[in-house]
């Protein structure tokens, strides 16, 4: 099998905006348990189904690329309701990837899309950085799973990093990402589809004060591309943020609140005011688990992102989402216009 430039495992939302950005320069090759991931519908890149607990055949499929990107992960509410499975494709999946890269001679390194959350969620003190430390009992007990797989997949691709010498395994810690096609169940999407129906936006009582570190998809697309340049090229250097970990996040976090508010205030600016959703607060009778103190003792070091990634001016919360609801308002006027829509 010849050698070709970058393989993304995981055809989700990050995964497939990787291989729509990367393969303006690169030839990419898409990799997931699925034969026809709907994100790559209209994607002009080669796809090959692949499960990767199995290593005969990630080493069959995946062939010779120069550079790896791993972005699968089986994530909540499905991690809690099948974890054999979820520990087989976390973890074991995470382990074959690696090894893959390990022993394929054309294959220069490895990219881990991590997560942010693995710092946990509440009793922040000192600086947020690359070292900040793994908290996985700092998080709601629906994400303890989530958050111990992002940790197991992280320590797997750094043990790597440090066994094999000659190649470069990185992590990107991403904020939660932003972006016109993240994740149906994610609370921005919920709240701009509501907001957009003239429904109520609805964030939780017990965690509206949670603060939340957000990424725009577009800034994850850029500091990839610097990273798979980087290793393609042969410049990466040991000395590099904690041996190739690094955050990926506006530095500034915002709580579900504030996200409520700013998805209302960009439903009813890009609506002219035709759409005026309700903020309604839900109490679901849970004991509440953030004070409104929280966002404030969170604070952040991002200070590579420039000098590492290439990564600078980086787009607000505020920003990605009042470019989604608008893009959603522009595409609802053209695809809905003779339907009366409000947009």
Known sequence: MRAYDVAIVGAGFVGSALATHLSRDYEVVTFDVKAAPPLLKGLDVEHRPCDITRFDEVKDKLGKPKVVIHTAIIQIPAINEFRERAFAVNVLGTQNVCRLVKETAETAGLILTGSWHVFGEREYGGVIDVAFGYRPDKVEERAKLYVVSKMLQEGVVRFYDA??????????????????????????NIFITNGLQGKPITPYKHSMHRPMLYVAVEDVCQAFHSRVKTIVDGETGKAASARHVFNLFYPEPITILELAVLIREA?????????????????????????????????TDVSDLNSLLNVSNMTSPKAAIFAIVKGRCEAAQIDHKTRGSAC
């Open 267 to 299: 439903v009813i600016l890009h609506t002219d005011g035709r759409i005026t959703p309700e903020l309604k607060v839900v109490d679901k009778g849970l004991p509440g688990l953030f004070g409104t103190e929280n966002k404030h003792s969170m604070r």
């Open 163 to 188: 066994m094999v010498g000659e190649k470069e395994f990185t992590i990107l810690r991403l904020g939660t990402v932003l972006g016109e096609r993240m994740p149906e169940k994610s609370a921005a």
